[in-house]
T-cell receptor, first 114, second 114 residues
Framework: DTAVSQTPKYLVTQMGNDKSIKCEQN?????MYWYKQDSKKFLKIMFSYNNKELIINETVPNRFSPKSPDKAHLNLHINSLELGDSAVYFC?????????????FGPGTRLLVL | AQKVTQAQTEISVVEKEDVTLDCVYE???????LFWYKQPPSGELVFLIRRNSFDEQNEISGRYSWNFQKSTSSFNFTITASQVVDSAVYFCALSDGQGGKLIFGQGTELSVKP
């Protein structure tokens, strides 16, 4: 029944660790996204994949590496975590057809780096 | 460059009052899409509405209504007879509709008191 799901929901880790967040959508969409919401609730795009190909890569440190094994999955791996990486990370998906490009969001992953 | 401004950071109303959330956008695209999302205290992002740039008709959905005016680059959201369950952060967003990123406003935190 879940449309866009993310795991884990909460992630608490130490500085310097490497962690991954997984995202899956069962909406049949062909485009997936990662957004970051900071402590002031500001939402900003990080990456976007269409049919497993990277189409948007905003100015994000290369410690962040997205991977899309198939159209339904988009994972985010973060190396050498820093305090400033603490945020809520949202996955989203949409269909790249004119007038149907509403992005639907997952529940978010709350990352706390200590 | 594209930009979305939600000048109201916080609004507080008493239940049953009407409230309007303002959204002003900037874009050079002739085709674009405008969105509103709701983020309740539980943290998920809930899609409310999408409007394309060629459709300036106002929309009403229950207690919610949206006023899109290209002349003033605004896409305002009104909640009629507000309820406590309407308490949330509301985000206005803009996209170019080509698999592109959502550009979010800063969000307006609405608090509806009983």
């Amino acid at each position: 029944d879940t449309a866009v799901s993310q795991t884990p929901k909460y992630l608490v880790t130490q500085m310097g660790n490497d962690k991954s967040i997984k995202c899956e959508q069962n909406l049949g969409h062909d485009t997936m996204y990662w957004y970051k919401q900071d402590s002031k609730k500001f939402l900003k795009i990080m990456f976007s994949y269409n049919n497993k190909e990277l189409i948007i890569n905003e100015t994000v440190p290369n410690r962040f590496s997205p991977k899309s094994p198939d159209k339904a999955h988009l994972n985010l791996h973060i190396n050498s975590l820093e305090l400033g990486d603490s945020a809520v990370y949202f996955c989203a998906s949409s269909l790249l057809i004119a007038d149907q490009e509403t992005q639907y969001f997952g529940p978010g992953t709350r990352l706390l780096v200590l | 460059a594209q930009k979305v401004t939600q000048a109201q950071t916080e609004i507080s109303v008493v239940e049953k009052e009407d409230v309007t959330l303002d959204c002003v956008y900037e874009t050079r695209d002739t085709t674009y899409y405008l969105f509103w999302y709701k983020q309740p205290p539980s943290g998920e992002l809930v899609f409310l509405i999408r409007r394309n740039s060629f459709d300036e008709q106002n929309e009403i959905s229950g207690r919610y209504s949206w006023n899109f005016q290209k002349s003033t680059s605004s896409f305002n959201f009104t909640i009629t007879a507000s309820q406590v369950v309407d308490s949330a952060v509301y985000f206005c967003a803009l996209s170019d509709g080509q698999g592109g990123k959502l550009i979010f406003g800063q969000g307006t935190e609405l608090s509806v008191k009983p």
